[in-house]
C-alpha cells in the first residue's frame, strides 16, 4: 500500500509529559482523512509532526515516502494550513498570491487567480480586512495553488458560520476532484467530517485510539443492547469500545471481525459519530488497549 503518511513509534514530548505517543499510522494515498480526538489530544502535535515543523522525541515519520520537510523538493509536497488560517493581515489578497508563486516552484497562478475570483474576493482588500471565512478561503487557495500532493488543514472550518462551512468543505471536495490529492483534515465537527471523510484516525489522550478507512470502521463496529452483562464475559473477538449499564440493561459498542450470533443481543449499527464518541468515552471497563484497525 502507498502510504502517504507512515510513522512507527511516533512521539513527542514537551518537557516530561508526552503530547504524542506510540504513534503508528499508515495513511493511503487518496483519502481525505478526518483527525479527531478531545481538545489536548494531541492532534496538532502529529500534524506539526506531518509537515515538518516539530521533531519527534521518538520513533520515525515518513511523508510521500520522505523525511518531513527535508528538502525543498519534499517542501513543496506538502500544503499546509495551521490553526489559526494564517494571513498576513497587511498585505493584500493579491500579494498573497504573489508571495505564493515566489516561495511555492509548482505554483498554479492561474488556478489561484480563477479560485480568488469565483470566491469574489477583491484581490486588492487586505486579509486584515476580510472576514474569517473569506480569510480561510485565502489560506485554502493558498495551499492548493501550491499544488501539493498532500494537503494538512488544522481545524480549518472551527471559525466558520455553517454556510461558510459548507461552502469551505465544498471547494476542498472540488480540488480533491480534480487534483486528487490527498488531504488530511482534523476538526471537532463530526458532521463536517461525516460528510468529506473516507478515512478516520481518532486521537485521545496522546494516542491513536483507532484508524481506519470509515467503511471498513462502519462494518467492523456494533451496538449490542441486552440483559445486563459485565464486559468480561463478551467472547474474546469481541472488543468493548464503549460500555453502559442501567440496573438491568447492558450496552456496548463492540469492534468484532465475525457477526453477532448471541440472540440475547440486539444488534445495531453504529454510525461515525457514536463510534468516535464510543472511542472518546472513558471506559468503564477494565479492557486491553485496542490496537489501531488498518
Ligand atoms: N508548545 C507546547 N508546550 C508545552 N505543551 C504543549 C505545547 N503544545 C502542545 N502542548 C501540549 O501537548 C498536548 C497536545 O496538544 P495538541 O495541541 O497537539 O492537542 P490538540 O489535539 O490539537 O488539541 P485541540 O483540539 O485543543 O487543538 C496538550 O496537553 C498540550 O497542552
Not at 14 to 25: H, I, T
Not at 244 to 266: K, L, M, N, Y
Amino acid at each position: 500500500m502507498t502510504a502517504v503518511v507512515r510513522t512507527e513509534g511516533l512521539g513527542r514530548k514537551y518537557g516530561r509529559r508526552w503530547a504524542l505517543r506510540d504513534c503508528d499510522l499508515a495513511i493511503p494515498a487518496g483519502r481525505v482523512v478526518g483527525l479527531v480526538g478531545p481538545n489536548g489530544a494531541g492532534k496538532t502535535t502529529l500534524l506539526n509532526m506531518v509537515v515538518g515543523q516539530l521533531a519527534p522525541s521518538a520513533g520515525t515519520i515518513e511523508v510521500l515516502g520522505g523525511r518531513p520537510a527535508s528538502g525543498p523538493a519534499q517542501l513543496a509536497k506538502v500544503g499546509f494550513v495551521a490553526q489559526d488560517t494564517p494571513t498576513y493581515a497587511s498585505l493584500t489578497v493579491a500579494d498573497h498570491l504573489r508571495l505564493g508563486a515566489r516561495l511555492n516552484p509548482g505554483w498554479d497562478a492561474a488556478l489561484a487567480r480563477d479560485r480568488i475570483e469565483r470566491l469574489g474576493l477583491d484581490p486588492a482588500r487586505r486579509a486584515g480586512r476580510l472576514s474569517g471565512g473569506q480569510r480561510a478561503q485565502l489560506a485554502l487557495t493558498l495551499g492548493i495553488a501550491k499544488r501539493p500532493e498532500l494537503l494538512i488543514l488544522d481545524e480549518p472550518v472551527a471559525a466558520l458560520d455553517p454556510l461558510a462551512r459548507r461552502e469551505f468543505l465544498a471547494s476542498l471536495m472540488e480540488a480533491v476532484a480534480e487534483h486528487s490529492i490527498s488531504v488530511v483534515l482534523s476538526s471537532h465537527l463530526m458532521s463536517d467530517l461525516e460528510r468529506v471523510c473516507d478515512h478516520l484516525v481518532v486521537v485521545v489522550d496522546s494516542r491513536v485510539r483507532v484508524a481506519g478507512d470509515v467503511d471498513d470502521l462502519l462494518t467492523a463496529h456494533h451496538r449490542l443492547t441486552g440483559p445486563r452483562r459485565d464486559a468480561a464475559r463478551l467472547p474474546s473477538g469481541q472488543h468493548v469500545v464503549s460500555a453502559s449499564h442501567t440496573d438491568r440493561q447492558s450496552t456496548f459498542v463492540v469492534r468484532t471481525d465475525g457477526p453477532i450470533h448471541d440472540p440475547a443481543w440486539t444488534v445495531g449499527e453504529v454510525g461515525l459519530e457514536d463510534l468516535v464518541l464510543a472511542y472518546m468515552t472513558p471506559k468503564t471497563e477494565d479492557r486491553p488497549a485496542l490496537e489501531a484497525l488498518r
